[in-house]
Structures are given as C-alpha cells and as structure tokens.
C-alpha cells in the first residue's frame, strides 16, 4: 500500500514528467522498466515526449494484466523490438503465456509491435475502426517509424487484429473481469477503454491525458469527445487510471488535463469566434494554464486551429 501511495503522489504532480528525462531503462529498448500499479498489473511507462532514435519510439503506455491462467497485454507496441521486449520482462514476473493483446487503437504505436505478437500465435483484439485505419495507414506509420528509428525496427511489419469488435469485448481469466469497452468517439477512431470492475481500475489508452498536452487532430472531434467522457466513462467510477501517456493516476488528474482542457480551449476558441476573430489569431488564444504540461510547445497552436476550424461550423 505505501508504493500505491508514493505512485500515485508523485503521479498527481504534471512535473514529474519531463520530456528531457533520459532514457531509464538503458538495458531494453523499453524506455523504462514496468512496474506494478496495483496486484498484478503492470505498465512500462513510455516517453512523454514524441517518438524519436533515442526512446525507440516508446512514448505510450505498454500494460500487461498477470493472473494465474495467462497474462492480457494493452497495447501492441511501436515495433515488433519493442513488443519482444516487453515479453522478455513479462517472462521475468511470470511464467504464465500471453494469451491476448489489445490494440487501444489504430496508431502505429499501439498496433506495429502485432507482428511479434502474431508470430507468437497470440490473440489481437481491436475496435472495428482502429482495425481499419491501421488497415488504411499502417504502411504509412510503419515508414514513418523506419525514418525515425532505423534498424530498430528492423524486424517490424504491418499485421492487423486477428479480432474485432464493436461495443465490448469482455473475459474472465483467472477469475479477473477484463472489459475492454469502446465508449464513443474519442482521440481518434476505435479508442477503446480496458476496464477491471473488481480492481476499480481503467487502463484508458487516449481517452485520457494527464502530463502530457493531448493532441488533436483533424478526426478528433472535441464536443464528441467531452459527451463521450460525461456520458460513458466518467460514469465508470473508476479510482486508479493508466493513461495512454504518463504515470497512473486517478479521475481527478485525467479530468482536469483532458476534460477539463478541452472545454476550456472550446470556450476560448468560442469567445475569439463570437468577436469575429479568424484562424489566424485562434493560434493565439491563451492556453497558458496549461504551458507547463509537455509537449505543449508542440501542439498548443496546433490544437487551437483545429478546434477553430470545428467549431467555425458547429
């Protein structure tokens, strides 16, 4: 109980992540080791910066739930080296075989490392819409992740789930509920949550953010999101929460830099629309309750564009 308490103290501080905190796990391609959260769940923490050579691509979060008739993993991985080295530290806490990997979504960080998975003749579970844009944009992420990492990729291809679904996929195994739930739309097309009713915890993939600025992009729809979160996972009660980026946490971490952020910008973006302000002054409206979290510089202005180009005709 005290290391649940010093995780999520230090959890609960946005500063604890940095993007110039160095690799910290030298010996693995992993940028850092996993760690249990809580009895029998585990997450090796990604870089909260983007991917680059020197974190491997690591950048999300890389789960695995242990129990005695197998072991579920969340998350793919960017690569089949970074899904290989997962394993090797999964066979270090356990002698139980994988038995099911979830994709979170369509992103190349959440599906490339399938090809390992595959090769180990492991279920892969995904949302029918993250199925289908890595289906359409695999190639494209893989490309990307070879310019970025180089031969640390080396061994990577493209694979697709082997199942899909479209509201909820849900097992016991060793007698622990395991929901994986798809809540609405979200980040970006077949976001899906891992709930564990009897552990209270949510891995939440890209639903929710907390040290770390969430990106939006061109098909993310921000009003759909915040419904998707008042609606559907807030209701989930949820006390622990792993991120898709960042340390675990709780609901109120994730609420405030992921809700909470989103209605702010919307409402700011409101504000310079009803007083005839273009696209071009929407870059600038003022964000700075949150220029401390990383990557802001990055896509603060990114995202004020996007959500001005929304909501111009909402």
């Avoid at 050579?53 to 793919?76: K, M, P, Q, R």
């Avoid at 999964?90 to 090769?119: C, R």
């Avoid at 016991?172 to 949550?193: F, K, N, Q």
Wanted: charged share 20%; net charge negative; hydrophobic share 40%.
């Amino acid at each position: 109980m005290m290391r649940l308490a010093l995780i999520l103290s230090l959890a609960a501080l946005p500063c604890f992540a940095s993007e110039d905190i160095a690799d910290q796990y030298p010996g693995s391609l992993l940028y850092s080791k996993p760690v249990e959260f809580i009895p029998g769940v585990f997450s090796a923490i990604g870089a909260t910066a983007p991917p680059t050579y020197e974190n491997a691509g690591h950048n999300n979060n890389l789960s695995f739930i242990v129990t005695d008739e197998g072991v579920v993993v969340i998350n793919g991985g960017a690569s089949y080296e970074l899904a290989e080295a997962l394993h090797a530290e999964i066979k270090v806490v356990t002698d139980q075989p994988v038995k099911l990997v979830f994709n979170e979504n369509g992103q190349g960080h959440a599906m490339l490392g399938n090809s390992y998975w595959a090769e180990q003749g492991v279920e892969i579970v995904a949302h029918t819409e993250a199925a289908q844009e890595f289906e359409e944009y695999g190639d494209r992420s893989l490309q990307a992740a070879q310019a970025r990492v180089k031969e640390k990729v080396a061994k990577t291809t493209v694979v697709l789930p082997s199942t899909t679904f479209d509201d909820t996929y849900a097992v016991t195994m060793g007698g622990t509920e395991i929901e994986a739930r798809y809540l609405g739309p979200a980040h970006s097309p077949g976001d899906i949550v891992i709930w564990l009713p009897q552990k209270g915890l949510v891995i939440s993939g890209d639903m929710a953010f907390h040290e770390r600025l969430l990106p939006i992009f061109d098909h993310t729809i921000t009003a759909d999101w915040v419904t998707t979160w008042d609606e559907a996972f807030e209701p989930l009660g949820a006390t622990y929460v792993i991120p898709g980026h960042g340390h675990p946490t709780n609901m109120d971490q994730v609420r405030r830099y992921t809700r909470d952020y989103l209605v702010y910008l919307r409402g700011k973006v409101g504000e310079h629309l009803d007083a005839g302000g273009d696209l071009a002054g929407a870059y600038y409206v003022d964000q700075s309750p949150y220029a401390h979290l990383d990557t802001f510089e990055e896509l603060a202005t990114k995202n004020a564009g996007r959500v001005f180009e929304q909501m111009e005709f909402e």
